[in-house]
């Protein structure tokens, strides 16, 4: 993760100021904010400490954390370089497929049930690639009359009062009528808060990945939508299940 999230980042950065390209779009994530203080989380929230093994900044397993620390590295890596190039950093959500709306809603009872009260985070694959080109074009515009020259944008569907998964799950009970679908109930939150004392041995009040929700407004007040919309996207398969299974 080293060697592709930070030191190729830094050598494509070096090589696109050599070489005058006046864009450069740089993927991130979200992980980037680990396990924050707050439950809106926009682009000025606080980040993960890049100090390997600081466990208590993002309470998930060794492989996301060290995922997410070198990606804030490569941020990291292209502010060092930044001169003349205009830089678009994004930090996605879970980017879903139709495949992997499919995937989620075929999940057992227990998970369900577990997941049920969350925010799905999901963001439409097509969405992500409108933005990605929405924002390489807008800054390639701008950026001879711009000062900055280094823009972070979430791209997120978050706020969409839809990107839960119990209601995920209940289209999906609706439209097929079956039991395999059903959700009774589900979870309330605090047992994810409870789950993360006990598993990572953290009593600081941070707020599990299912309460967050990241703010797209930095994105919006460019001027873009999403051509699709997370809530469409999950229609789409709902719509399709019979002929899926």
Not at 66 to 91: D, P
Not at 149 to 164: A, L, R
Not at 205 to 216: C, E, F, N, Q
Request: hydrophobic share 35%; net charge positive.
């Amino acid at each position: 993760m080293v060697r592709v999230n930070v030191e190729a980042t830094q050598e494509l950065a070096k090589a696109a100021e050599r070489a005058g390209i006046r864009t450069f779009l740089y993927t991130s994530t979200i992980c980037v904010y680990g396990s924050p203080k707050r439950w809106n989380v926009s682009e000025d929230c606080p980040l993960i400490s890049i100090k390997p093994g600081a466990q208590n900044n993002y309470l998930t397993n060794r492989m996301l954390r060290e995922y997410a620390r070198t990606k804030l590295l490569g941020e990291y890596a292209i502010k060092e370089y930044v001169k003349n190039v205009f830089y678009v950093i994004i930090r996605p959500c879970s980017i879903v497929s139709d495949h992997d709306i499919l995937g989620v809603l075929e999940c057992d009872i227990f998970t369900r049930i577990w997941r049920g009260y969350r925010v799905t985070h999901h963001v439409y694959v097509d969405d992500v690639v409108a933005a990605m080109i929405y924002l390489v074009e807008l800054n390639y515009q701008n950026n001879s009359v711009s000062q900055q020259k280094f823009e972070v944008y979430q791209i997120s569907n978050d706020d969409d009062p839809e990107n839960y998964f119990h209601v995920m799950f209940s289209k999906a009970h609706k439209k097929m009528r079956n039991v395999k679908y059903w959700l009774p109930f589900y979870a309330p939150s605090i047992l994810d808060s409870v789950k993360d004392i006990i598993k990572y041995h953290n009593m600081e009040a941070k707020y599990s990945l299912g309460m967050i929700k990241y703010l797209p407004g930095r994105l919006y007040a460019t001027g873009f939508r999403y051509p699709t919309g997370i809530s469409s996207g999950h229609n789409k398969i709902i719509d399709k299940m019979d002929k899926y299974t």
